[in-house]
């Protein structure tokens, strides 16, 4: 293997060199950058515009999770296997900066090449991982989760309806569905029980939550794993409400569905992810162009508009109409709603274990 | 005309060894990483070789691991034993066929196998949903006149999706097994005045036993592991051991632990194999009872 | 007067069969009936009969580009599972000391849960500074998952093999590798081509080894598996239905062919 890893290499090689040296002929090789993210962000239609503005193809890997995308960073070889990724943001501080200075596992960004990451929104500012003066990661999109449910079937004006409490009012029993996650479940439910602060829950607080958990367990109708599964039993009716992602709510009232979502009392789950350089990244320069265009306006309104995802950048939310930053939940920040940001938990392996015990229940 | 007379052709260990060697690389090796890694310890920061027992210790006094463990275990053995049942007929029909028709049956029981499982799975959803295809007939034929909840998401949808993936596997070593069977045994059986449920006890079955113990073998080790299935069909309590070990490296970073997890899980089915090997002929099948 | 005792029975058998067969290929149905709707959302309702996800998978080099990666690695893996698995069974009709050790180690890459022997694979790759591809990495993961299973496959069959013929062979004084070729081999070819049929299916179907390590070409599962994690995925039953054709495509050319070597010898 090692020796056709060679060959390949020493072809390339002589390939690009026989290339460059042709008299006359300036030769811009498009270079490929391989990155992890969330597919949902590079949607087919918004591909061109980062692409086409840097010149570089971005090779995006199978997604499988955010917790995945850090764990391969950590992984032996991690650093110098990728180019570009993306997390969330709070699940990825910790191990992106490492435990002590100098223990980084991303590259410290050269901020003279992503001008855009200096105009983001005032929120997000906060949020870029920063260490010792020196730039890490930077926020490029948010969102939120909330309950994605049919008006038809309940009333969007109740105050139930406007709460977690919605998922498990024995009022909907059978008819709700919660996501097979043991992270955002349990905050949901938590949330629902009045905890104000869920991801600094002690093991008394989760204890209650789970057997919380476990008496509502038989009103929900299936814990869905998957978007279009979670799509499809809303469209279908097999369920009336359901723990839901914007994306979610955008390809249902597309469908022409009666569905919105609710903007929960008791805390709106708010979450952003980041963009960050491995380390040791084989092609730096690209992913840093990558990088800029993605805190960029015309990317910005080009994901906006076609997934509903919010992005960071200030001069996105500035461009849209006030009439579609409400549409899209711009200004949340502004309506005085209760977020709570999603983090990681302090002992996420009792978190898990928790959402064992409820499903072995 | 005793077995020890002729010696098959071949040198054994000639034979054997680039299946050896690429065992030892491939499959040795990752296992012994896999006992390694359950030892070290994992936080946030990634995974370090500081050797630690708390893996094991967890399992130990956690009850939630050894209820899912055992109940996987159940699972895997139930759907083992159904899709055996299920799968003998099968097996036995085509070895009935002849010419055209045996191959055109024997491509028709793969073709469902190469659309993906992710297919496979989720097609189960409009099917048996509440507004799936099954309710949809009966309420159009007026059986019913509210959709029936309970043909999805419980313990019995993952039997069933769990048999259906897994057919394949158990009719195809069975068959090649009855395959061989000289039909003129049954034929002289028969003559004999043997009822058919003799010929199918004392002929078929202990002639086909390695084509049964290897189907048995390949569905139990697939089901014991399963995490799809259970999480997709299985409603809110779809859940196995797969699925925590999944959690550990899909959800959670904490990869010595999905690491214990799995090789708790190894030890076990290694152990269950022995243990039944001897009983069931596993032994004396593959090893001639020696050794 | 029973003229044949067993009548009964047989009709049992065939009416079983034909069941099987209904229950097996419903589902399928279902994917292709639901390849025609028009919607975003796979499911029901059907909103409304189009032919237009048929389009966008033609129209998608990625999707394209995915089957021939997954049919490659999947000849390739059987081509060499098949053979090792071969070597293992004509071993195993022989008596030798460490037969069961032999087994047991066989067995292995069945016993490790497929996530755990991803990872494990990744790291192992991460440390030997092997790229991920698809006929490094993958086809090393590919091998590995379905080895034990052509094993279990194959054995059954070399075990029941007569014997006396042989014996007979050996007799006459023929070379083991003219026995080998002229006599056993023919005999055991359908075990053989079943065993590498089943092989690739194995192959074609496996994802969670193959997320792991893959790199920039992806088999079918993989490019599925991308396609639903975080969006619709509306033109997927129309790939699952092309691919089923082509499929089917295959095995008639495949019984063509074996239809003409059969008269020709």
Known sequence: MKRRGFLKHSTQALGAAALAGIPGMSFAQQKTITAVFAGVILPDKVRPIVEGGTNVRINN????????????????????RYDFMVSVTNFMRGPLLGERDGQELAMALDTSKVPNAAKLLPLFQDQIIRRAGKTYAVPIFWGYDSVIYNRKKIPEEAALTQSWKVLFDDKYAGRVA??????????????????????????????????????????????????????????????????GWIVMRAVLQRRGMDVTNNWPSDGLLFWNQAAFIPKNAPNANEAHAVLNAMCGVEYGTALTRETEYLVTSAGTAAALSPADRTKYGYDILERGLNLVPLAWPKDMDSWIEAWGRVKAA | M????????????????????????????????????????????????????????????EPLYGTLLLKSLRIAAVSTLIALVVSYPIAY?????????????????????????????????????????????????????????????????????????????????????????DPRLIEAAVDLGARPWSVLWRILLPLSWPGVLSGCIMVFLLGVGAYVTPRLLGGPSGIMYGNMIADQFLNNNNWAFGAALGSTLALVVVILLLVTGRWIGIRQVFTGGRF | MARDPFRAWKLALWTYAATFFFVLYAPLVMIAVLSFNGSEITGFPITELSLRWYRTVLASPRLLAAFGH?????????????????????????????????????LVPMVIPGIIGGIVLLIFFGY??????????????????????????????????????????????????????????????PGIIATALFSFSLSFDEFIRTVFVVGEERTVPVQFWTMIVDRLAPELPAMAVMIILVSMAAALLGFAYAKRADHAS
């Open chain 1, 178 to 243: 919660l996501r097979d996650d043991a992270h955002q479940s349990i905050a949901a439910a938590a949330l629902a029980m009045g905890h104000k602060k869920p991801f600094e829950m002690d093991r008394k607080d989760l204890g209650d939550v789970t057997k919380f958990l476990i008496a509502k367990k038989k009103n929900f109708r299936t814990l869905w794993t998957q978007f279009g599964e979670a799509v499809n039993m809303m469209s279908s009716g097999e369920v009336d409400a359901m723990y």
């Open chain 2, 93 to 181: 029909f085509l070895t009935r066929l002849r010419g055209l028709w045996k191959s055109v049956f024997i491509i028709g029981l793969f073709m469902p196998f190469w659309t993906s499982y992710v297919v496979r799975t989720f097609v189960w959803l409009p099917i048996l949903g509440r507004a799936g295809a099954i309710n949809a007939t009966l309420l159009w034929l007026g059986v019913i006149d509210q959709p029936i909840d309970w043909l999805i998401y419980n313990e019995g949808t993952i039997y069933l999706g769990l048999v259906y993936v897994y057919t394949l596997f158990m009719v195809l070593p069975i068959y090649l097994s009855l395959d061989r069977i």
């Open chain 3, 128 to 189: 030997a500074e092997v790229r991920s591809s698809l006929m490094s990495t993958v086809l090393v993961a590919h091998v590995n998952w379905v080895l034990p299973f052509a094993f279990l496959t194959l054995y059954p069959r070399v075990h029941r093999f007569d014997q006396t013929l042989e014996e007979a062979a050996m007799d006459l004084g023929a070379h083991p590798r003219q026995i080998f070729l002229r006599i056993v081999l023919p005999i055991i070819r």
């Open chain 1, 61 to 80: 890997l199978p997604y499988v999770s955010p917790t995945d995308t850090v764990a391969k960073l950590t992984a032996p070889g991690g650093t110098s």
């Open chain 3, 70 to 106: 997954s049919v490659t690695v999947g000849a390739a893996a059987a081509l060499i599972a098949t053979a090792l698995a071969l070597g293992l069974s004509l071993a195993f009709r022989h008596d030798f000391r460490g037969k069961g050790t032999l087994l047991n180690l066989v």
């Open chain 2, 2 to 61: 005793s077995d020890a007379a002729v010696k098959p052709i071949g040198k054994p260990w000639l034979l054997a060894s680039p299946a050896v060697l690429w065992l030892l690389v491939f499959g040795l090796a990752p296992l012994v990483f896999m006992v390694a890694m359950s030892f070290w310890k994992s936080t946030i920061f990634g995974t370090r070789p500081d050797f630690q027992l708390g893996n094991y210790a967890r399992q130990l006094t």
